[in-house]
């Protein structure tokens, strides 16, 4: 396990709810330099288009603070058009819109370095019961990612699922489904975000889903951040579930994962700098945990399903 | 039962969520005008201090559309210092800004002919375990509220509870905590406000906290909506859960509520006059089929836990 | 569409939950004549193996009654040794048990006439984090079912999802998980059991669920019932989500169905045959209701996604 | 803070939920031996009348392990006639029952040199929408448990919240709502037991529904264990939340609680006697970690909502 941490940038800037907005607007170069700030950050997560209007500027910012990329963030959701769904819908028109979003930003992460873009489409979804065709608009996003996949084979089109919000049901709501639609997409460039806190949310063990993806053979990449299982609080992770945290983190070390773990963690209403260093210390801290255990016995411990002398065992190494 | 229909008028104008808005702008003249279109609206709750800074312009806005005030919505939460809370915080100084709030809303209130203001302290909680005291916090609120609703008993001051949003967790969270806060609090003049969504989303039934509170002899007061108990998506009412707002409906007529209901439905992705005259329509429906309904013979069926016979009978009364 | 109603006649005995006892016991034959006591009952889903012991009683007993099986449910998680599961646990011997049990069924069922058996592994899955291997549970569920279903190809292996009970986590939870097994599975006569209480439970919209098995071309069999979104409480249909079974059963008739719909409704401290007659009848009349509507229109309108418009008229039209 | 733990009885005995059933019967003697067994274990929660038909027998083997009697856990739900309920009933008849079960069992408490009998009132709630009348119900329960308190004011009458299970709703859902209970009783010998995992269950935060009951004067008492939040699943405590069972735990020594803390820990899957001892050893392991921690620090951290800092000393506290 080889573990780079980065941060989305978007949440080094102004940040909103319904009812109210927390700390000062910041240009995309003032967000990379914030992150910057934050020790233990090694790159960004970036949104495609709102935060990749002055490309150069943004390669030659990160160059100087000498943050990665460690992914693009293509946002199709944003646009005034889009609030209804964008990879969904009906009208080819905004699919296709959609699908010149995804593409601009694979280019883009390509300029970047980075070997990915990854896409929530939390706009797809529907309000009210009667309100959605399931099939078609399964068939849409099927069809827009299965194009917007083709566009390029050396960048990844990583889907990140999430139960709702901004619709009362986002359709891409699990990673079962979500590794079903990457089945129906049927390109080998597609990957799957699991973001620890969505996974939470619709009740997954985040280890499970992991192994999922794993034996699937779906690439993973990682957001990070905690919440109480109802709603998707984006709080710093392991303060609320440090087992199911360490347990990801046990796997992520099984499956040998060299890559990115981004924050995807909301700091509304703590200081942003403090509140990521505290995100990515915790994490470290988790991960030389995870690294200082005995693997086999553990697994051997599971596999012969010795349930408490496993629970005795982790407390002893976790616990002061 | 004598129900008058009306709207927040906040929902009238630009809404937004975490990632998205929707819809124009709009000053509180054109919200009202706004209501003024909604057939069957016949008043309005105001949010105090943001919708009345000109107080004369509103009154003769609402006389000129003949539209009546449900309350006056006192904002507690939307100043940027009140981000961490403003009725439970350890500053004096804040807190006393919320009860100042609070006492204009009820001049406010007074002046428009309104009998109340409702109050939704949605800041006033915790993200983090270890986060608050809890303790302090309660005694901070029960303060807050008793000085507030001493000034003036001419106003009763409804609290109106939620379980989260904008804070992981609100103290006033359930119906049976706010009538323990407002016991403890210990004036005359104070009320609940029971949103449907709100209950629903805590996992009550809302004809069992409105019982709870008429047993306790507490005044309160209806906001309408509906959701998927998970969340307070404040979608239109009935569409999700039927038969808990028929009943909510009963137990009012039960109780020979007159007074207002009022929209707390928000029209985020649906034309804003459709949806309210559609929420309208929904209740002044649903309040028919209650009217219709023979009480005593539901009582008698209820009384005797005759279940099915009663299931069979609604079907029957509700159902073509 | 063509429904035929059976009812699960294990539900028509002695029922338990963790603290007390309902009903009296009966056998297997009783249980049989007390479905045929139910108005609109045309077959049972019957247990194997404990109610299948003397098969030649039970098909004279069916003949006799003129009731049609839907499904033979087989029971791989009721013997002792099953309690920590069977079809997903690292032991040989027990998960050959458990495809002798399925192998058998199928056998029965066939014998029976049903073209069907049904199979819910409720003790596959973890209580604990850290408490097994996902991936290797993973496989050993595939590989028992693979066996199972290689039995014979006239019969199909029916998979019912759930998403806890009685483990804190079941592995087959969602509807997406089990079609993801289904594929690794890979054998041509499997489908998904999709029950509408387990599905509201894991927060699917169930006809979302529905669609997406018929898009994926799996064959399904509905179970019904009705909860509170929270547990599996086997209410009786839509007396709590109204709108999601129309919605279900909208769908059932879009696709043609033709086939049986299960009562999975527990009647604890109900009569059991006035129960499951309230739950034909409220089933019969949701049909009726559904196949009133102008299918042509309602399609157009969600195609246009005219989301109030389909709301009213869905009122109008369902509402008395 | 002086804790003494104990182990409620009847989880050493035979174990059901609705499909499977776990170990062997026990008598209550063997119960006890078995609770003996358990190192650390100071004294049991027994139930009456189920357990403690032959008292004599019940005293004289308590004495001989030297085990205390934390509570008499009173069984009002478990006859064949209250499984709709005991206390809330419109049968005089019935809550006479309850009351006399109540009253014998505080008799048999003070016999034993227990303080306290504890009630959870499980049957008493309700299912289906417009099933009961939610007024008449509340009096009744206040009638039945005001009766039982005044039986003698040497014990005291615990009531014990949970939101679910048995009834789809149970009446006595929270804390808040099981203190405006205690409120309407007003009787002085009354108090509340928080258990753990119920108040998980229900979307509170355990330690701050401590301390509404610490700041009411109500006297609690604790029954431990850890869930998922959705369901009772009387998990090993902390094996899911470890932070909020370390909350709670700190403000019990804040309170500098006396008294007993009592395990309602179901070993259904596990050893119980290895399943007990783990449940003791990670409470004194917790408890050991607030007694190290400097209390003085961590208050003045939280007064200044210094939440970062208060999230970093806490890891560095309590992780290794």
Redesign the interface.
């Known amino acids: 396990m080889e573990i780079k941490q980065a941060i989305i940038t978007g949440f080094m800037g102004k940040?909103?709810?319904?009812?109210?907005?927390?700390h000062e607007s910041k240009t995309p170069v003032e967000k990379i330099a914030a992150v910057a700030k934050v020790k233990g950050a090694k790159g960004v997560e970036i949104v495609y288009p709102y935060e990749l209007q002055d490309l150069d500027r943004i390669k030659k910012t990160l160059k100087r603070y000498r943050l990665g990329v460690a992914a693009v963030n293509v946002n199709i959701?944003?646009e005034?058009e889009f609030?209804?769904g964008s990879s969904s819908v009906?009208s080819k028109k905004l699919r296709d819109k959609a699908i010149q979003f995804i593409c601009e930003g694979m280019d883009v992460a390509a300029k970047l370095g980075a070997d990915k873009v990854t896409c929530c489409p939390?706009?797809d979804g529907y309000?009210?019961?009667?309100?959605?065709?399931?099939?078609?608009a399964?068939?849409n996003m099927v069809s827009t990612f299965k194009e917007a996949a083709r566009h390029r084979k050396d960048i990844f089109l990583f889907l990140e699922y999430k139960?709702?919000?901004?619709r009362?049901?986002c359709?891409l709501?699990?990673a079962?489904?979500t590794?079903?639609m990457i089945?129906d997409i049927n390109e080998p460039n597609l990957g799957i975000t699991i973001d620890v806190g969505h996974s939470l949310m619709?009740?997954e063990?985040v280890?499970?889903s992991l192994?999922?993806a794993?034996?699937?053979g779906i690439p993973y990449y990682i957001h990070i951040n905690d919440?109480?299982?109802?709603?998707d609080?984006d709080?710093?992770p392991a303060?609320?579930?440090?087992?199911?945290y360490l347990?990801m983190l046990?796997y992520l070390k099984k499956f040998n994962y060299r890559g990115w773990v981004t924050s995807d963690m909301s700091p509304?209403?703590?200081?942003p700098i403090?509140?990521f260093e505290?995100t990515i210390?915790?994490t470290e801290?988790m991960i030389k945990?995870v690294k200082r255990l005995d693997s086999k016995k553990?697994?051997s411990m599971?596999?012969e399903?010795r349930?408490?002398e496993?629970?005795?065992w982790?407390?002893e190494?976790?616990?002061?």
Chains 1, 2, 3, 4 share one sequence.
Not at 227 to 231: L, T
Not at 268 to 271: A, E, G, K, S
């Open positions: 940040l909103k709810d319904r009812f109210s907005e927390y959701k944003g005034p609030v209804k009906n939390l706009s309000d009210y019961l009667f309100q959605v065709d399931y099939q078609q399964w068939r139960g709702s919000e901004t009362v049901n359709y709501d699990t079962a489904k590794l079903c089945r619709v009740g063990t280890a499970e192994c999922l794993q034996s699937s919440n109480n299982k109802k709603w609080w709080l710093i303060t609320r579930n440090l087992w199911d347990e046990f509304v209403r703590l200081d403090a509140a505290r210390d915790t801290k945990i553990l697994e599971i596999r399903e349930t408490i496993t629970l005795t982790l407390e190494q976790v616990l002061r």
